[in-house]
T-cell receptor
Framework: EDQVTQSPEALRLQEGESSSLNCSYTVSGLRGLFWYRQDPGKGPEFLFT???AGEEKEKERLKATLTKKESFLHITAPKPEDSATYLC?????????????FGAGTRLAVHP | ETGVTQSPTHLIKTRGQQVTLRCSSQSGHNTVSWYQQALGQGPQFIFQYYREEENGRGNFPPRFSGLQFPNYSSELNVNALELDDSALYLCASSSRGNWAQETQYFGPGTRLLVL
């Protein structure tokens, strides 16, 4: 069964304290791993897509990496505005269409 | 470029009622997917529409139904509302073609409360 597990569930950081979020997955026929940021009560905002093991993507203080079994979202020197829930999703192909399977997310709080 | 829009933003219904949620896809996108997100959980796939037909469904009962229109906008209909239907309903649009390009972009969501 296709599954995505994110850890930790919640993370509290001091401003400038770097850390990493983990996303482990099992999926038959990976067609992409996605990272989204979601602010409370809002829709997910697209951050990155990774397609193959060894691939890396960067955007400002965020860097996403991918292996065959998991992905990491590294946050370097975070600021309070980075506080949000970060969602990981895998794109699975089944029955002629692509669907996203999400993890439960990691709630990040960055304090000044 | 216009992003994904959804209406209404909030909705309160009572158990047993019916509800219709609306979504306008991003310019240039031809595929719409709907998700349900309970509080503290990740979004769960409901179904996907392409060329005005449902071509994929998650583990949701038939009282969840939808439509896609020629302009690629979409509706989600839920009949016989239950308390557990209270959630954030998200619409995502994408462009069917090269599977590597099928990034889904989400709207702001509709918050549904069933009393």
């Amino acid at each position: 069964e296709d599954q995505v597990t994110q850890s930790p569930e919640a993370l509290r950081l001091q401003e400038g304290e770097s850390s990493s979020l983990n996303c482990s997955y099992t999926v038959s026929g990976l067609r992409g791993l996605f990272w989204y940021r979601q602010d409370p009560g809002k829709g997910p905002e697209f951050l990155f897509t990774l397609y193959s093991a060894g691939e890396e993507k960067e955007k400002e203080r965020l860097k996403a990496t991918l292996t065959k079994k998991e992905s990491f979202l590294h946050i370097t020197a975070p600021k309070p505005e980075d506080s949000a829930t970060y969602l990981c999703a895998v794109q699975a192909f089944s029955g002629g269409y692509n669907k996203l399977i999400f993890g439960a997310g990691t709630r990040l709080a960055v304090h000044p | 470029e216009t992003g994904v829009t959804q209406s209404p933003t909030h909705l309160i219904k009572t158990r047993g009622q019916q509800v219709t949620l609306r979504c306008s896809s991003q310019s240039g996108h031809n595929t719409v997917s709907w998700y349900q997100q309970a509080l503290g959980q990740g979004p769960q796939f409901i179904f996907q529409y392409y060329r005005e037909e449902e071509n994929g469904r998650g583990n949701f009962p038939p009282r969840f139904s939808g439509l896609q229109f020629p302009n690629y906008s979409s509706e989600l209909n839920v009949n016989a509302l239950e308390l557990d239907d209270s959630a954030l309903y998200l619409c995502a649009s994408s462009s069917r073609g090269n599977w590597a390009q099928e990034t889904q972009y989400f709207g702001p969501g509709t918050r549904l409360l069933v009393l």
